[in-house]
């Protein structure tokens, strides 16, 4: 049995780039494999994407050598046209299936999301049955011998867990800075506590020194 490759760490670029290439192989096979402009516009459209991102030929060039290296990203040359093209081989690395390509894709162009935001921004990718569809393939994707994706605490008040992909470590520290949990939030709203108690305490003083004189 053959052993599964270990995950990459990838950057913020290389994930982007990289989920570009999954999404419109799957939204647009027509224009599949894509050259460097319309991938270029790919990282960079402004719905479907969080963050909103602006890279240049360069960035995107550079960002591709560096996932071919990876063996996640191959050229394409020849047939009537003479303008290199680019794809993923993300599937080709890593024994998925395209559902959870699909789940992969999603949370590199947008981040961590709940199985129902999973199930409504999947679109053109992949329509999945049932939410319980897609929970199953995320405890699928969580839970393998190569886990690809983790879910995440829940946050106040939510009712489903988000669960982020396992591909680049800036996502991860992203996350915890977002919950709110960082020790600098938790000592700024101690700090900010204090200072509403001895304010109140203050007023009491005064309150209860008003109180004594009209006695």
Same mark, same amino acid.
């Given at each position: 049995?053959?052993? @599964?490759? &270990?995950? +990459? ?10 989920? $570009? ?7 647009? #096979?027509? !224009? !599949?494999? *894509? ?15 969080? +963050? ?8 995107? @060039?550079?960002?591709?050598? $560096? ?11 020849? =047939? ?14 890593? +024994?998925? @299936?395209?559902?959870?390509?699909? @789940? ?6 947008? =981040?961590?999301?709940?199985?129902? /935001? ?7 990718? !992949? ?8 929970? &199953? ?18 946050? #106040? ?8 992909? *396992?591909? =680049? ?6 996350? %915890? %800075? ?7 939030? $938790?000592? =700024?709203? /101690? $700090? ?12 009491? &003083? /005064?309150? %209860? ?7």
């Amino acid at each position: 049995m053959d052993t @599964i490759p &270990s995950l +990459p760490v990838l950057s913020a670029e290389e994930q982007r780039v990289l989920g $570009a290439l999954m999404e419109k192989s799957r939204t647009t #096979p027509e !224009y !599949y494999p *894509l050259t460097l402009n319309a991938l270029v516009a790919a990282c960079n459209q402004k719905t479907s994407r969080k +963050p909103v991102v602006s890279y240049d030929d360069g960035t995107v @060039i550079a960002t591709l050598d $560096a996932l071919r290296k990876k063996g996640l990203v191959s050229t394409v040359t020849g =047939g009537s046209s003479r303008v290199t093209k680019y794809k993923h081989n993300f599937a080709v690395v890593y +024994p998925l @299936i395209p559902a959870e390509v699909t @789940i992969i894709c999603l949370l590199l162009l947008r =981040g961590p999301q709940t199985p129902g /935001e999973l199930n409504t921004n999947a679109g053109r990718m !992949y329509e999945f049955e049932s939410l319980e569809e897609v929970q &199953s393939l995320l405890d699928n994707l969580a839970g393998s011998e190569q886990p690809y994706v983790r879910q995440l605490p829940r946050r #106040p008040g939510q009712k489903e867990a988000r669960y982020m992909h *396992l591909l =680049g470590d800036r996502a991860i520290r992203e996350e %915890d %800075d977002a919950d709110g949990d960082s020790p600098r939030d $938790a000592a =700024g709203l /101690e $700090a900010r506590l204090a200072k509403v108690e001895a304010e109140l305490a203050a007023l009491r &003083s /005064e309150f %209860d020194q008003l109180l004594e004189q009209l006695l």
